[in-house]
C-alpha cells in the first residue's frame, strides 16, 4: 500500500476560505502541546502569549505599530502574487527605503521643516522601488528568477545598512557605536495616543490600503493584474502587456517596503541601527497567503502575525522561553496553511501495490 495525491476536479471554495481560520487552530493546539513538553502548563502559556499582550492600551498600541510594516509590505507582495511575479525581496526592499529615506533625515539634521517627513517617505519610497527595479529588469531582459534575484539583494542591502551606519551615517558623537544620530522632531512620525508609540505611519497604511483595494477591483489595472495571473494565454490574446504588469508590481511592492522601512526608522526606532527588522519583509509573505491575497484578510493576518511578535516577547520576559518561540509558531502557521491549501487541491488515496512490484 502507498499514499497517493489525486488532483480533485474542483477544489472546495469555502475550504479555500476557511483554512486559514484551520491552521490557525492548528498552531494554538501544536502550541499548547510545545509549552507542555518545555515544563509549563498549556492553558497559561497561551494565555501569555497570545491574550495578556493585548490586554493594556499600551498593548494594543504595540500591536498596531508591529502590524504597520507587515500590511503594508503584504498588500505590495499579494499584488505581484497575484499576477504570478514572485517578489521575495521585500526585506531589502524595506532596508533600503530606510537608508534611503533616512538619509535625508540626516542629512537636514537640523532641519525643523514640515516638509522634511513627507520629503522622507518619498525618498523612502524611491529606495524600495530603485532595488526592486534590479530584479524586475533582470527577470524582464533575461527572464531571470525573480525569486532568487530579488532574495539575494536582499542580503545585499543589510550589509550595506551595516556599511552606513558604522561608515557615513554613524553619529559622530555617538562614541564609535554602529548608529545614526537621533533623528529630530520634524523627521519623526508623530504619534497618536499619549502613552503609546501608535503613530500616522499606522494611517497612512490603512489609508494605503482602502486604496489599492479599490485599485485592484475598480481599475483597468487592477483587471489586468488578475488576469495575467489567472489567464496569461487570456492576457496574451487581449493584448495586455506582461512586462509591463511585471514592472508595475515590482515598483509597486518595493515602493511600499521602501516606506514600511522608513516608517520603522522616523517611527518606533528613531534612527538607523545596523538591523531595524525582526524579519518583516519575510514575515510579510505569510501574512499575505494567511489572508488569502485580499486585502481584509491581510489587515487581520497582519494583526495576527502581529501578536505572535508581542506574544513572543511578553513569553521571554513572564516564562523565560526563548524569543525564537515566535519563529516557531510562525512557522506552524505558515506548514498548516500550506499542508490544507494541498488538502483542498487534492485528495489522499492509499493505493495498492499490484503483485510483483516492489
Not at 227 to 253: C, D, R
Request: aromatic share 10%; net charge neutral; hydrophobic share 55%.
Amino acid at each position: 500500500m502507498w499514499l497517493k495525491l489525486e488532483a480533485r476536479s474542483q477544489p472546495s471554495k469555502r475550504m479555500t476560505y476557511l483554512s486559514p481560520l484551520l491552521a490557525v487552530v492548528l498552531t494554538l493546539f501544536s502550541g499548547m502541546i510545545l509549552f507542555a513538553m518545555m515544563g509549563h502548563s498549556p492553558l497559561e502559556g497561551i494565555y501569555v502569549f497570545f491574550v495578556e499582550p493585548v490586554t493594556s492600551l499600551y498593548g494594543l498600541g504595540e500591536l498596531a505599530v508591529k502590524a504597520t510594516p507587515l500590511v503594508l509590505i503584504a498588500i505590495g507582495l499579494a499584488i505581484g502574487f497575484k499576477a504570478n511575479v514572485w517578489n521575495i525581496g521585500a526585506e531589502g526592499q524595506l532596508v533600503m527605503g530606510a537608508i534611503v529615506g533616512g538619509g535625508l533625515a540626516l542629512y537636514f539634521h537640523e532641519s525643523d521643516s514640515a516638509w522634511l517627513l513627507p520629503s522622507m517617505i518619498v525618498f523612502g519610497a524611491l529606495g524600495g522601488m530603485l532595488w526592486a527595479a534590479i530584479p524586475a529588469w533582470l527577470k524582464t531582459r533575461f527572464n531571470t528568477n525573480e525569486i532568487l534575484t530579488s532574495l539575494m539583494l536582499t542580503y545585499v542591502a543589510i550589509l550595506l545598512l551595516n556599511y552606513m551606519v558604522n561608515g557615513p551615517y554613524r553619529d559622530p558623537t555617538g562614541y564609535n557605536f554602529p548608529e545614526s544620530r537621533l533623528f529630530q522632531d520634524a523627521a519623526l512620525l508623530p504619534t497618536l495616543l499619549e502613552g503609546t508609540r501608535l503613530n500616522l505611519g499606522s494611517v497612512i497604511t490603512v489609508m494605503i490600503l482602502a486604496g489599492l483595494w479599490v485599485m485592484l477591483a475598480r481599475t483597468i489595472i487592477g483587471f489586468q493584474v488578475h488576469v495575467v495571473g489567472q489567464a496569461p494565454q487570456a492576457a496574451h490574446y487581449a493584448g495586455f502587456n506582461h512586462k509591463k504588469i511585471i514592472w508595475f508590481t515590482f515598483l509597486l511592492s518595493g515602493g511600499l517596503a521602501g516606506i514600511a522601512g522608513l516608517m520603522e526608522v522616523a517611527g518606533p526606532i528613531g534612527q538607523l541601527l545596523p538591523s531595524i527588522s525582526p524579519g518583516y519583509g519575510f514575515t510579510a509573505i505569510i501574512v499575505a497567503f494567511l489572508g488569502r491575497l485580499h486585502p481584509v484578510g491581510i489587515l487581520l493576518a497582519g494583526l495576527l502575525m502581529a501578536l505572535s511578535y508581542l506574544g513572543g516577547e511578553t513569553a521571554q520576559i513572564e516564562m523565560g522561553l526563548p524569543v525564537a518561540l515566535t519563529g516557531v509558531f510562525q512557522g506552524l502557521l505558515l506548514f498548516f496553511l500550506l499542508a490544507s491549501d494541498v488538502l483542498i487541491r487534492y485528495r489522499v488515496k492509499w493505493n495498492r501495490v499490484p503483485k510483483g512490484e516492489h
